[in-house]
């Protein structure tokens, strides 16, 4: 268990009572890792993330009276992130849901004429990107997706993340699996399109 | 992992540039919205908007994220009961006026708090609420007047009566010709050593301070004898404004 940090329970205590220089100093703290946890369970463009940024940050406001401090904030403060997030994403409809994704369908794929012999990194990194891009925007559930960024990016294994995000570890694998599946069978179609 | 004829991908590095991608682009996002008024003080102007300094105003009037929060903020929040008070006898500013009657008309439970209007029948209650006015700019969000409640005529039957609020909880019990009051109040971390009752009548009020002790691990409270029952009150009449200190 990591130590209290003293610093932020003063911060926290402070806000509490009103001082809006503890506030503002709790939100600067926080706004970081709260905007890569919104981002994780699926919202995607910057004005629904800060939307719901606001939402969780009228929450905190409302429940910091409440707020005991036997947990830590941040993990408080995640729960009502990840809340709000999906809460979010329930909110837009289903075909909605779909123009979310950045890129389009056509944009996804290289054009047959940027192709030649020497292909530079910089355009595979660019196409890599794309790709990802569709293949985590494609991924429903999006609740589910930020299993894939705490198992590729984080480096945790399936216990853990079941534990975080209360599911089985089988739950957790399938849905890695399932995902894996779904990447290389886009990366099997983009291969045929080069061809 | 293959890609093609791209070489492999690694997914985690891909992951990682997305990611920081995004959080960048919220950066900038949030660096230009630096004059954005945080919830705080949202919380305080949503429903007394004439608090906003000019600056703010103009921001709030131009600012859609601004517009929005203060939106969300009246959809979730109560106004003081001190406000939903001054409104109820229109003694708001009228931009506060219009937000406090927006809000009421739709919360049945303000809606409820503000019509007590039997309160302000003394002078007393007048004076009171001025006082609280003058006092309000930076206390009505903060703990200040915390509770109003107002008895049930079926409670009083048995001249026991029970005040509760979310935080609050005061009982009333005639033993003779004393007022026994009991105050608890739910824990919330903060020490509390005074509670201030003021049991307002038709035409009488009791003050009643009480120290505030411990009483296990969620609340505070105690209990307190006035002999004023039988002379001062009339029990159909009373309402209990209780404040902290």
């Known amino acids: 268990m990591k130590p209290v940090d003293e610093k932020e329970k003063g911060l926290v205590d402070r806000a509490r009572k009103g001082d809006e220089g503890a506030w503002n100093e709790l939100v600067r703290r926080h706004r970081g890792p709260l905007d890569r946890w919104i981002f994780r369970s699926g919202v995607k463009t910057v004005e629904d993330r800060y939307d719901v940024a606001q939402n969780v940050w009228i929450k905190v406001h409302k429940g910091l009276r409440k707020f005991g401090g036997t947990a830590k904030f941040s993990t408080w403060l995640y729960k009502i992130a990840r809340n709000c997030s999906f809460d979010h994403l329930r909110s837009i409809p289903p075909g909605v849901r779909q123009d979310q994704r950045v890129d389009t369908e056509e944009e996804s794929q290289p054009r047959r004429e940027q192709r030649d012999e020497s292909t530079s990194s910089v355009e595979n990194d660019y196409i890599a990107k794309m790709i990802v891009t569709k293949w985590l925007g494609e991924f429903q559930p999006a609740e589910h997706r930020e299993t894939l960024w705490l198992h590729f990016v984080d480096g945790r294994g399936s216990t853990e993340i079941a534990r975080m995000i209360n599911e089985s570890p089988q739950t957790v694998n399938n849905r890695i699996a399932r995902a894996l599946q779904k990447l290389q069978r886009e990366m099997q179609r983009l291969k045929g399109q080069r061809r | ?245």
């Open chain 2, 1 to 245: 992992m293959n890609m093609t004829d791209m070489g492999p991908l690694n997914l985690s590095k891909v992951m990682r540039e997305i990611e920081n991608d995004a959080l960048l682009e919220m950066e900038h996002f949030t660096a230009q919205r630096a004059d954005c008024i945080n919830v705080p003080r949202g919380a305080k102007l949503a429903f007394a908007p004439s608090l906003a300094s000019e600056k703010e105003r103009a921001h709030i009037a131009e600012c859609i994220w601004c517009s929005r929060l203060l939106t969300k903020l009246r959809a979730v929040e109560h106004p003081a009961v001190a406000l939903l008070y001054a409104a109820r006898w229109q003694r708001l500013p009228a931009a506060d006026q219009t937000e406090v009657a927006r809000h009421v008309e739709a919360c049945a439970r303000c809606k409820t708090v503000g019509a007590l209007g039997r309160l302000f029948g003394s002078g007393w209650v007048e004076e009171v609420h001025a006082g609280l006015r003058t006092a309000l700019d930076d206390a009505f969000v903060m703990p200040g007047t915390v509770g109003l409640n107002k008895g049930a005529t079926a409670a009083r039957k048995n001249e026991h009566e029970v005040f509760e609020t979310a935080e609050w909880t005061v009982t009333m019990q005639r033993e003779k010709n004393d007022l026994v009051v009991d105050v608890y109040r739910q824990a919330d971390g903060q020490a509390h050593e005074h509670a201030y009752l003021f049991l307002v009548g038709a035409g009488n009020t009791i003050e009643v301070d009480i120290p505030l002790g411990h009483i296990g691990d969620s609340w505070t409270g105690n209990r307190r004898l006035t002999n004023r029952w039988a002379s001062d009150v009339d029990p159909v009449e009373i309402s209990v404004i209780v404040t902290e200190g």
